[in-house]
């Protein structure tokens, strides 16, 4: 593989319809490690939950606006549970379970109960969104925080690295001259 094969591999535009190895293998990836799984189910659940709400403002059953925002560019696994939740309410579920049946959080699945009984749905998937856009702004402060040690010790370690590799020479030449 040459080095523009990977270059057009890596800018390869994403396809949420037909995704290709790559997106699997990322979006596994992503899913897999701890810190940035929050990351991938918060950001991913304040897209979808967003779009649900302006879908439910502009007049789409909770059922059709599922639908839609499962065929939103989000990481697979959590469009795979958005797919399960639509199609559970299909079946008759009501939105609060189907929403815990599927994994879509604790939080989402109280706010979509609560606006399922009290009509308005709209504000509670809106109250739902903001929280989960809150949540991936703290976890990136989170993760910010813990790489900032390591990412010092690092550029340390090369401004040292390049301090002695520009000394160590002039003090030998110095050390010759001297004898």
Same mark, same amino acid.
């Given at each position: 593989l040459s080095l523009a094969g990977l270059g057009a591999l890596a800018s390869r535009r994403r396809t949420p319809e037909s995704p290709h190895l790559g997106m699997h293998l990322a979006d596994t990836l992503r899913w897999s490690i701890p810190g940035w799984y929050r990351l991938q189910f918060a950001g991913g659940l304040a897209i979808a939950c967003d779009a649900m709400t302006h879908a439910v403002r502009a007049g789409l059953p909770l059922e059709q606006a599922a639908k839609a925002a499962a065929n939103?560019? #989000?990481? $697979? =696994? $959590? +469009? =795979? @549970?958005?797919?399960?939740?639509? /199609? /559970? $309410? =299909?079946?008759?579920? +009501?939105?609060?379970?189907a929403a815990r049946r599927n994994g879509l959080g604790e939080l989402t699945a109280v706010a979509l109960g609560a606006g399922s009984r009290g009509h308005d749905l709209a504000s509670a998937l809106a109250y739902a969104a /903001?929280? =989960? /856009?809150?949540? #991936?702004? @703290?976890?990136?402060? &989170? $993760?910010?925080?813990?790489?900032? !040690? !390591? &990412?010092?010790?690092?550029?340390?370690?090369l401004v040292g690295t390049f301090v002695l590799a520009m000394f160590m020479p002039l003090v030998t030449l110095i050390d010759l001259v001297a004898l």
């Open positions: 939103l560019d #989000v990481n $697979l =696994h $959590l +469009r =795979h @549970r958005l797919r399960a939740f639509a /199609d /559970d $309410l =299909h079946r008759g579920a +009501r939105a609060g379970d /903001d929280y =989960h /856009d809150a949540l #991936v702004c @703290r976890w990136w402060i &989170v $993760l910010r925080n813990i790489a900032w !040690p !390591p &990412v010092t010790r690092i550029l340390a370690t």
